[in-house]
């Protein structure tokens, strides 16, 4: 019978150390002493004898070995792509192939944020102001691509906190008709949200419809330009 | 006369009858006038050492040093072993026959300078197993590509550096490389084992 596991596993450590001969003097006396005493090594050291004694003195083995760290432009360029992205001698998290995985990981969420449907996710805005002028101009804006505009507006005589109905039309298009209808804030200043998908180019007049009008008795009305 | 083959003088209770006897155990047993033991002592010490023996000297040349190592340790085991110490005491004895091995052959080469091409042809290695060599030329080839690790310390290794230089070389403690080489170790005779004879 055989005692299957190492007496001394500190020592059984250096096993292989020992069959290729590449232990100190120290380190080989103390192994070969363990080997006295430990059935488990000298039978594991006394079956691969064989092949240690070639490993150590086969010059075409050796060669083999050292080949594998010459120039490996021979090799096929799969081959060649897997050891460049999987390297033995890098510490595995560092290896190129888990940082492109680590990567991709993370640039698919803004992938996907980049193509989902733009209503979903918060997006920029542009911000258009609109307020009553002595002398009437039209206020012009330009449309920034695929952004939502925030139309703030005044509304002279209305009392805080009261809602209005607004409604939206394009000068130049008859169809183009958006009415929302909007609480005013602490200031008697209105915020809506002007979809940038209704927001093309053009000329556009805001109309504060249901708006008690104190002073006037009249519509307020903004019209503004929006330029490409 | 004895029990169970030990003799009466030998407290039963530092043996364990159901496993197998240590070299301790055979120790004990044979300084109290076991010859059975004694003779195990040898046939265990007689293959370790020819085994050690035969990393540092080929041939037969091997055994006889390994069997006049375990002659001398057979005479003066009882008087000049030192307690606890035997294994160290023992290798030791086997250091020396293997270094008067070669002082021997030196004198001998020195007195014959004829016969040292007999000698040299006696000591050069056997012609070397085709098949193992051919099982074990295929099986580095995969692990050169499939363990770099093990395949760069054994490179190292070949190149003659020892374990403690190779630590220094690759960044990384004793017990990480010993770790690196059983596992290439384990793998080798994986693929050994599987590889199928023509």
């Not at chain 2, 021997?104 to 085709?130: C, F, I, K, N, T």
Request: charged share 25%; hydrophobic share 40%.
């Amino acid at each position: 019978m055989t005692t299957t596991t190492c007496l001394d596993p500190r020592m059984g450590a250096l096993l292989h150390a020992y069959e290729l001969r590449g232990l100190s003097e120290s380190d080989t006396v103390a192994f070969e002493t363990h080997l006295l005493t430990c059935d488990c090594c000298f039978t594991a050291v006394q079956s691969f004898e064989p092949y240690a004694k070639l490993l150590a003195t086969d010059a075409a083995i050796q060669g083999e070995i050292r080949g594998g760290f010459a120039d490996n432009t021979s090799l096929p360029l799969g081959r060649r792509l897997g050891r460049a992205l999987w390297p033995d001698h890098v510490t595995p998290l560092l290896r190129p192939a888990v940082l492109m995985v680590v990567i991709l990981l993370l640039a698919y969420p803004a992938w996907r944020g980049l193509n989902e449907d733009p209503g979903l996710f918060v997006r920029a805005t542009q911000k258009i102001t609109l307020m009553p002028t002595r002398s009437g101009a039209v206020d012009s804006f330009t449309a920034s691509r695929g952004q939502d505009g925030i139309i703030v507006f005044g509304c002279p005589g209305a009392r805080p906190d009261q809602s209005c109905h607004i409604v939206i039309t394009a000068l130049d298009d008859a169809r183009m008709k958006y009415d929302v209808t909007v609480v005013l804030d602490a200031d008697a200043v209105g915020h809506i949200l002007f979809p940038a998908r209704l927001m093309r180019p053009g000329a556009y007049q805001l109309e504060i419809d249901d708006h008690n009008a104190a002073v006037s008795g009249e519509k307020q009305v903004y019209r503004f330009m929006v330029h490409p | 006369m004895t029990v169970r083959g030990f003799p009466l003088s030998y407290k039963a209770e530092h043996v364990n009858f159901n496993r197998e006897l240590t070299l301790e155990d055979l120790l004990t047993l044979a300084r109290s006038g076991d010859k059975a033991a004694e003779g195990k002592i040898f046939e265990r010490l007689l293959v370790r050492f020819t085994l050690i023996a035969k990393r540092r000297i080929d041939g037969d040349d091997a055994r006889d040093v390994a069997q006049d190592a375990c002659l001398t340790i057979l005479e003066k085991y009882r008087t000049e072993a030192p307690a606890g110490r035997f294994e160290a005491w023992a290798h030791g004895i086997l250091y020396n026959k293997i270094g008067n091995f070669y002082q021997r052959r030196e004198v001998r080469r020195s007195w014959h300078a004829g016969v040292v091409s007999g000698d040299a042809a006696q000591l050069s290695d056997p012609p070397p197993q085709q098949e193992l060599r051919r099982k074990l030329l295929g099986c580095i080839r995969k692990l050169v590509v499939g363990n770099r690790r093990y395949a760069r310390a054994l490179n190292l290794m070949f190149l003659g550096y020892k374990t403690n230089e190779i630590c220094v070389k690759l960044n990384i403690q004793p017990g990480h490389l010993y770790v690196i080489l059983n596992r290439g170790r384990r793998l080798l005779i994986n693929c050994l084992d599987k590889e199928v004879m023509p």
